[in-house]
């Protein structure tokens, strides 16, 4: 059981779909550290995917942003985050994304979630 994720990781999980259909998913982590220890376990994550289905959604993965290259070409859907808890996780990939581009895919989600300002 994994008791603690940290920001920046890439972890699986299953992911809620907006159809209501749940999938094991790679995810980005998002939210602070801290905010697992004030609600016991509770992080946020951004989907990564293999298909780019709205590209002014999402944003490509170069393997150099990481610091262990993913096994296939992926996008962050910048769109689809959700709440887990630590018990929820599948699988942790030892695979973290570097503070720059961490930064530039969090913008990305306040801009398309907050914003509505889409971009390719």
């Known amino acids: 059981m994994v008791l603690k994720v940290q920001q920046r ?5 299953p992911f809620s779909f907006p159809d209501g259909e749940i999938l094991v998913h ?4 998002i939210s602070c550290n801290e905010l697992q220890d004030v609600e016991e376990g509770m ?13 002014e959604l999402t944003v490509p993965i ?4 990481l610091s262990k290259p993913l096994s296939k070409k992926s996008f962050f859907v910048t769109h689809l985050i959700d709440r887990f808890n ?13 503070q720059p581009y ?10 398309n979630i907050i914003d509505g300002e889409f971009t390719e």
Not at 26 to 29: G, H, I, N, Y
Not at 62 to 65: A, H, T
Not at 102 to 111: A, G, K, N
């Open 86 to 98: 630590t018990k929820e996780v599948i699988t942790r990939y030892n695979c973290f994304l570097r």
């Open 9 to 13: 990781e890439i972890i699986e999980v």
């Open 62 to 65: 170069q393997n150099e942003w």
């Open 102 to 111: 961490f930064d530039d895919v969090v913008d990305r989600v306040i801009s």
């Open 26 to 29: 790679p995810a980005l982590v």
């Open 43 to 55: 992080f946020y994550a951004v989907l990564i995917s293999s298909k780019n289905h709205n590209p």
